[in-house]
């Protein structure tokens, strides 16, 4: 077999080092792990929870996935209990949501984000849509925020979330924070990612005592992933969702359904690790970690800026600067005879025109009505 | 890095060469894979079946799966499509099916295996059951089989898989054959493992023309895994599962509901790969291939034999012998003053006795009826 200066050849001594320890911690990649995922695993994620938000976090509060989705779908499935339950989901919203609603059975109460302001969250709406809902018999009991935004690539402001969070805690709506994103930031010093944990947490410091309640009231259920940020580790089905504040009853449901799922990829997981502890500067293979992370992050922000300002070159479309996520969400005017035209064919104006584009030129775009964005009656679709 | 000499210090060529096929045919192990799985994977699972039954079959209709735990929760939540859906489970079941169907809102049809033959499928039984339970207005949709048999470690005869398909032929079941177990086979040469799906194209051959009809028309879904056998790599998240004769509406959904969890961990894909096309003779990694798997199946009906009869030799307990899986499920005669203090204590009777036994020896066993198996009356129970 190989002697340790052949594995030198292949593996910086850090790496040896994490490698053994997992084996470790985690023991084979062939057995099962607890179905919330491997302990050791589980504490790193709390660390790097703590570090980036200021706040500890209890290990026994994170569960290892297949990926965000597959989390997302385990609790959609534990909150929504009957057909009368409603789940509010963004529009544009990434369409794993209305499917999981779907399938599930339940209400997909939709709120628009504002494409004039950035795609914000437009709280004082959300808020009149919950009670219109409820007086028509929905039960709305939780609420998505995609934060960065997916498909809009919008990053929300501290103040954007605070506001959500303080009408979550008035309407009692848990809160399903998707932070697969957090990696894509754009513009670090004006829209840098805050997590809604922080925000939540940090309530607890406000020097108003009604807002002090909040950090300890909020169920909040925040998601991250292997498959997105400069990872895109996506085969590899990795992931957590860390709840804050979730009712001991709810959280024993929730446990229950993980460990019907016996547990998630041992690879997934020790991504997940990887993902939360990457190597520290001074160690051996920071240098090349650094380098990698650095230069996929720059080719993806350079790419996002290329398109918008490319986007708002063109007759007709404008597009919002790139903030965050992978996403840039095009605003196309058609001319009136292309309305008709779509409305004579029986399609969707903004599915009429990718037609015509793959028609006319072979490009595939995917309309914005896929995203639940519908045309508005002066013309203007989404891409 | 490392040269060729070094590489092969740790891989012999043929693993190399397999190593490269699969990174030409799947690519990074990082990336999404088509929902159904690789194409060659599934191309390759199809080539086992082949083998295996004699019978060719479609490489579309084979979905890979993270476990076949999930496989069966996907199947389960298309087929329930109301709580008026019941599906037919065997008693003493694996927990994963009441499970899934308590999930599904759907009602768990039980139909007991007869203990005193060998945990057969006593199928009169089970189309009683059918009729009774429709006459209840019970949608009775499906049927699960469990071959070779978890907890019973019973196999089932060619002919009780005729009589099963013949039965769900006529009561428009559709068959979801839980065949994990299917290298866990400890007398060959009585009790070979015959697939489902063999039992069910071979009808094509029957002279009797009311029978060849069965062979096209009956819905088999037919699951397996990387994570029992002698293979054990559960923490890696692999299976698949193959439908046969599926309407094609129903097909759609099943495609559906893959997309919507992306894809089986490749990690995962790369394990059923390994297991449908192991080394061949004359390969340079035959021979461990050969001598390790080989030495775990021994061991496996070693300790299977060795336990049943030594179960058998222990006062008030009988135990069927072993014939696969890697269960046995012995009985036990309680006596009365036990049965009576069990219900004194208002627990059930097999329970009282494994918390007795675990406060007496330290020893944890599972009751039987943790399996769906009740005591009889008679004091009879099972572990």
Redesign the interface.
């Known amino acids: 077999?190989?002697d340790n200066a052949?594995v030198a050849?292949?593996f910086p001594s850090d790496v040896q080092d994490r490698a053994k320890k997992l084996l470790e911690d985690v023991g084979?990649?062939?057995?099962?792990?607890h179905s919330k995922g491997a302990a050791s695993i589980r504490q790193d994620v709390a660390d790097f929870i703590e570090e980036r938000d200021g706040h500890a976090t209890d290990p026994e509060m994170i569960y290892l996935t297949?990926?965000a989705?597959?989390g997302v779908?385990l609790l959609l499935?534990v909150v929504v209990s009957s057909s009368k339950v409603g789940i509010m989901i963004p529009i544009p919203q990434y369409p794993?949501y209305s499917?999981?609603l779907a399938?599930n059975n339940a209400h997909a109460v939709r709120y628009e984000l504002d494409s004039q302001h950035d795609w914000a969250v437009d709280v004082p709406g959300m808020s009149k849509i919950v009670d219109e809902e409820r007086s028509k018999g929905v039960d709305v009991r939780a609420c998505v925020v995609i934060n960065p935004g997916n498909p809009t690539g919008s990053c929300l402001s501290e103040e954007n979330i605070r506001d959500i969070l303080k009408m979550a805690y008035e309407k009692k709506l848990i809160v399903m924070a998707d932070e697969v994103y957090q990696t894509n930031i754009y513009k670090p010093e004006e829209l840098p990612f805050i997590s809604f944990r922080k925000v939540l947490k940090d309530f607890a410091k406000s020097s108003n005592e009604a807002d002090k309640k909040i950090a300890d009231a909020v169920e909040l259920v925040s998601f991250h992933s292997i498959s997105k940020g400069v990872s895109?580790?996506?085969?590899?089905?990795g992931g957590y969702f860390e709840l804050t504040n979730m009712s001991a009853d709810v959280e024993a449901q929730i446990y229950k359904?993980a460990s019907?799922?016996?547990?998630?990829?041992?690879?997934?997981q020790i991504g997940v690790d990887m993902l939360v502890k990457p190597p520290k500067e001074g160690e051996p293979s920071y240098k090349l970690w650094k380098e990698e992370t650095d230069a996929i992050h720059a080719t993806l922000m350079e790419r996002s800026r290329k398109m918008a300002s490319k986007f708002n070159e063109l007759e007709g479309i404008s597009c919002g600067e790139a903030q965050g996520a992978l996403y840039l969400f095009p605003e196309i005017t058609l001319p009136k005879k292309a309305l008709e035209k779509a409305k004579e064919e029986k399609r969707e104006p903004d599915l009429y025109y990718c037609l015509r584009m793959l028609d006319a030129t072979g490009i595939c775009v995917v309309p914005g009505s896929g995203f639940g964005k519908m045309a508005s009656d002066d013309g203007k679709v989404f891409l």
């Open positions: 077999l190989l052949d050849k292949v084979s990649v062939g057995a099962y792990s297949a990926g989705s597959a779908q499935s794993l499917a999981a399938f895109g580790e996506c085969g590899r089905r359904m019907v799922n016996l547990c998630p990829s041992i690879s997934g």
